[in-house]
Each structure stands twice: as C-alpha cells, then as structure tokens.
C-alpha cells in the first residue's frame, strides 16, 4: 500500500511557476511509477507527466511539454512537477498516482493508488 499526498499548489498569476510535491508513505517508493493527472471543473481527469519507477523515463501531455518538468528523489518519497509559464487553462485540481514497477504510463486506469489534489489557479 502506498498513500499519497499533494503539496504546492496556489494561486499564481500567468507566465509564473509552481512545483508541487507528491510524498509517499511506504519503503518501496522507489518501485513506483509516478503520475501527474489534473481536472479542471466540468472536465474529466486528464494526464499531465509521468514518470517510470526507475526514472529512466518520462511522458508529457502535449500541452505542458516544454513548461513542466516530473522528477522524484527516492531518499525523500518524493516526486514533483515543476510548471513554468503557467497559463490560466492550467487551472485545475493536480493529484498524484502510482503504480507499482510501472513504466512512464499515461493512462489513468494504468495507476493503483491516487492522492487527495492539490489546487492549482492561473489568474490571467
């Protein structure tokens, strides 16, 4: 079992940056794959980043590739995503995922175990 808890969401206005903090609890971290799925209201969940539980790669939706950047750090339990040049239709709720010695998946139904989100808002 793993559980998972989002930090670093905000509000921010356009063109600025945020990282958000995804902390797992359990000593298996590290065979993990990581995800980042956002929803923003009257929206499905969408998928962000990914992530491969060796780290070795990673996936990106279209539309934050270039200003987002998923990293992890197996010594804290830790993954991130670093968003620059936010813009407003950045706004939405960002939850974390994982999924058990999963490559860099981008499919939700791919991940076992999800957060609580964590509020990100883009003022214009």
């Known amino acids: 079992q793993v559980q998972l808890v989002e930090s670093g969401g905000g509000l921010v206005q356009a063109g600025g940056s945020l990282r958000l903090s995804c902390a797992a609890s359990?000593?298996?971290?590290?065979?993990?794959?990581m995800g980042w799925f956002r929803q923003a209201p009257g929206k499905e969940r969408e998928f962000v980043a990914a992530?491969?539980?060796?780290?070795?790669?990673?996936n990106y939706a279209d539309s934050v590739k270039g200003r987002f950047t998923i990293s992890r750090d197996n010594a804290k339990n830790t993954v991130y995503l670093q968003m620059n040049s936010l813009k407003p239709e950045d706004t939405a709720v960002y939850y974390c995922?994982?999924?058990?010695?999963?490559?860099?998946?981008?499919?939700?139904?791919?991940?076992?175990?999800w957060g609580q989100g964590t509020q990100v808002t883009v003022s214009s």
């Open positions: 992530i491969s539980w060796s780290g070795s790669s990673t």
């Open positions: 995922a994982g999924c058990r010695r999963c490559p860099a998946t981008v499919t939700r139904g791919g991940y076992d175990y």
């Open positions: 359990g000593r298996t971290f590290s065979s993990y794959g």
